[in-house]
């Protein structure tokens, strides 16, 4: 497991296109499974980084992992809603 093998001191954040994403911190680990569409995707563009912002936000507010892996989640499945991967500012 991929997110496991990381030096103390640091975090990392693996993902696994529309399934799970997992973070760890070397000693403990998080993961959590992104919820299915409400409709078909429209682009998948953006997806990633999209993800990576959401975490990062929320991570930044010292959320817990499992809320940071939620919220990337959930920016990434809202790039896939939007043709070019740019949603809509909230």
């Known amino acids: ?3 496991r093998r990381v030096a103390n001191g640091c975090e990392a954040v693996v993902t696994a296109g529309s399934g799970d994403a997992a973070w760890s911190n070397g000693e403990a680990t998080a ?3 992104a919820e299915p569409l ?3 995707e429209l682009d998948t563009t953006g997806a990633g980084d999209a993800f990576a ?3 990062l936000a929320a991570r930044a507010r010292e959320a817990s992992p499992e809320v940071c892996l939620r919220d990337g989640h959930a920016l990434a499945a809202a790039a896939c809603r ?3 991967g740019r949603p809509e500012p909230r």
Do not use: N, V
Request: aromatic share 14%.
């Open 82 to 84: 939007t043709t070019g």
């Open 31 to 33: 993961s959590l499974a």
């Open 53 to 55: 912002a959401g975490f």
């Open 1 to 3: 497991f991929a997110a």
């Open 38 to 40: 409400d409709r078909p």
